[in-house]
């Protein structure tokens, strides 16, 4: 099982950037792909974007595709979400999650066991 801690999230104008970090902590020597997911109010929780093990392999939800970049530091056991271009409709809870014993990413969240407490982003218009 791998712990997870979001921060950097908070309130930005339309146009500007955030930084997400996604910090792990438990059994982080094993293998674990790792994606970001965020949910609005009233609406259900969505993929954004999401990482290999290696980091070499990266995937997008076309609503972030160009404006969003996912990265990791594996030494620091961390995963980032750099955040461009905000757009008001990015406001949600942002989650990072987990997918343990493997390499690989997937979109769904059913895919993912351990997940953040999430972290607020609201870009105001």
């Known amino acids: 099982q791998v712990q997870l801690v979001e921060s950097g999230g908070g309130l930005v104008q339309a146009g500007g950037s955030l930084r997400l970090s996604c910090a792990a902590s438990?059994?982080?020597?094993?293998?674990?792909?790792v994606g970001w997911f965020r949910q609005a109010p009233g609406k259900e929780r969505e993929f954004v974007a999401a990482?290999?093990?290696?980091?070499?392999?990266?995937y997008y939800a076309k609503s972030v595709n160009g404006r969003f970049t996912i990265s990791r530091d594996n030494a620091k056991n961390t995963v980032y979400l750099q955040m461009n271009s905000l757009k008001p409709e990015d406001t949600a809870v942002y989650y990072c999650?987990?997918?343990?014993?493997?390499?690989?990413?997937?979109?769904?969240?059913?895919?993912?066991?351990?997940w953040g407490q999430g972290t607020q982003v609201t870009v105001s218009a």
């Open positions: 999650a987990a997918r343990t014993q493997t390499t690989d990413w997937r979109t769904s969240r059913y895919d993912y066991g351990d």
């Open positions: 990482i290999s093990w290696s980091g070499g392999s990266t």
């Open positions: 438990g059994r982080t020597s094993s293998s674990y792909a």
